[in-house]
């Protein structure tokens, strides 16, 4: 048996611990030969593939990042893209394909099983935590731990200036990420893409924070938007997705703020800091038992299947159900947050 190994989409923390999982217990227990393509869906596209081997994979744990390589190619959007895959796996002499990845690259591996025959597994890769059918993925613990100690950081210069700090974190359709490390920083205002706000009701909790001689923090999920207003855009490109860059909201709240309040206020945008660095312990502990899981699925031929977080159990669910649609945040659970504001 020889499987192939690809991480699509966004980079995360973690995403080595699962390769390393894979391969070493596909070649301890199973007698597997591995195989990686590179730069997640073009390495198949395109066939370029490096050799994973247990050498390969020892010491990767704690890196960041993705030894594969990734990006956001979409092979459905490339002329002959399945052909292609087929051709080259059949070259490579690949029995099933482990692909680890979010929204967009699971969606690709749920249409190349379901209705090409391609054998895969999938293994839920995002830091923003928007994949439904899993509890959490991996990433998304250590993009929180990092948007949290910034906003740690950020409350003494804040307070030393009294000035409003704006925190823009990463979180196109779901708010997760600023909910978790808004709440656990003690932001005084949190917003979410799922729940529009309003610009004036965001100046009164500024202005009553002040009132109470404290500087306020807003953090603000990227895909945010106001009550009356559209997606703030970094520019109008889309990727092979069709997603457009998002980026900017945090810059034009910090303005509306000032504008509204007379407080002078300041943006940090945290960007792809979320993404990168080592692991928490938590995201390794996650990622290694996807890839171990991962990897029994195969054995089991259990191909059209992901493997998810259910409690503390990791069980198999259909990749396309897991992709079926995103995992927001409940109204509950912000209802809860909303406490703290002002």
């Known amino acids: 048996m020889r499987v192939g190994v ?38 198949p596209l395109e066939g370029e593939t ?8 020892r010491g990767i744990l704690p890196r960041g990042g ?4 990734s990006s956001r190619t979409n092979p459905l959007g490339v002329e002959r893209g399945v052909r292609r895959i087929r051709d080259n796996l059949a070259k490579c002499e690949v029995d099933s394909l482990i692909t680890i990845g979010g929204e967009d690259t699971l969606g690709v591996a749920a249409t190349l099983s379901d209705e090409h025959g391609i054998k ?42 009294m000035r409003v700090l704006v925190v823009e974190v990463m979180g196109r359709h779901a708010g997760w990420i600023a909910l978790h490390s808004g709440l656990a920083g003690g932001a005084n205002v949190i917003l979410i893409p799922e729940q529009r706000f309003d610009i004036e009701q965001v100046c009164s909790w500024v202005t009553s924070r002040f009132s109470a001689s404290y500087a306020p923090i807003v953090v603000v999920a990227e895909g945010a938007m ?22 900017g909201v945090g810059e034009w709240l910090a303005k509306q703020i000032e504008s509204r309040t007379g407080k002078e206020a300041r943006t940090t945008v945290l960007g792809h800091v979320q993404r990168g ?26 191909f059209g299947m992901m493997v998810a977080l259910r409690g503390t159990n ?29």
């Open 226 to 247: 106001p009550t009356r207003g559209e997606l703030i855009l970094k520019d109008g490109s889309h990727d092979s997705f069709g997603h457009v860059r998002l980026s």
């Open 314 to 342: 990791i069980v198999r669910v259909p990749i396309a159900e897991a992709t079926a649609r995103l995992k927001t945040v409940d109204p509950a659970l912000y209802a809860e947050a909303s406490v703290f504001f002002g």
């Open 66 to 69: 993705t030894i594969l390589g």
């Open 120 to 161: 895969c597994v999938g293994v839920p890769k995002t830091i923003d935590n928007d994949l439904c059918a899993t509890d959490y993925t991996f990433g998304f613990d250590t993009a929180v731990s990092i948007a949290t100690e910034a906003i740690d950081r950020l409350h003494t210069t804040a307070e030393s200036h």
């Open 277 to 302: 660095g080592t692991p928490s312990a938590f995201d390794r502990w996650l990622a290694t038992r996807f890839g171990l899981h991962a990897i029994d699925a195969v054995r089991d031929g259990d």
């Open 50 to 57: 490096v050799p994973l081997s247990i050498p390969a994979v």
């Open 6 to 43: 690809l991480t699509g989409g966004g980079d995360c923390p973690g995403l080595n611990a699962v390769i390393r999982a894979i391969v070493r217990k596909g070649v301890q227990e199973y007698g597997y030969d591995f195989i990686g393509f590179r730069d997640g869906w073009r390495g």
